[in-house]
């Protein structure tokens, strides 16, 4: 380390403005590291790296990033959920909910949304009571240019 430091101070009294640049460059990179190394020392003793997601505890409801979310469930009062896929990015709730009524009751219809920015994802589902009327909507709706797009229907595959 002593002659390391002779070195550097030869290289400064030498005059050459390069070398000391260099000198200057090369003393600041090392003390860095050392700097750091004793940082990470100070900071975590054990010797684990930190900062690496899959160590860290997960708090309680907060979700894993790529955890399969939990399916939606079949409704419990028999009614046929059917899923509405390829719609506009601008149709409405109550646009959707119009295009069913006009074959049977809607229970309900509901767009699925960014949670970020709250916009659309182009697709949804819709509760029909009746059966028969379900699936008269699908077959007439399926297919159909709405708002610019091909609408999708079918009945929804529930997971549970």
């Known amino acids: 380390m002593n002659c390391c430091v002779n070195g ?23 003390l860095g590291l050392i700097v750091m190394c004793l940082v990470c020392k100070i900071c975590c003793p054990c010797g684990k ?29 028999g009614s046929v959920e059917i899923y509405v896929g390829n719609l506009s990015y601008d149709m409405t709730e109550d646009q959707l909910r119009k295009e069913f009524e006009a ?7 509901r767009l699925i949304t960014n949670r970020f920015n709250g ?5 949804g589902f819709v509760q029909m009571p009746v059966r028969e009327e379900a699936e008269k909507a699908v077959a007439a709706l ?17 997971l549970i």
Do not use: W
């Open 8 to 30: 550097m101070l030869e290289l400064f009294k030498s005059g050459d403005t390069r070398c000391s640049a260099i000198a200057v460059a090369v003393a600041a990179f090392v």
């Open 49 to 77: 790296k930190s900062g690496k997601k899959a160590d860290r505890p997960q708090k309680k409801g907060e979700e894993k990033p790529f955890e399969k979310r939990k399916p939606h469930p079949a409704p419990a009062d």
């Open 142 to 158: 399926n297919d159909k240019d709405i708002m610019g797009r091909k609408m999708r229907c079918n009945e929804a595959k529930n």
């Open 103 to 109: 074959y049977g009751k809607v229970n309900s219809a």
């Open 119 to 123: 916009k659309s994802k182009g697709y």
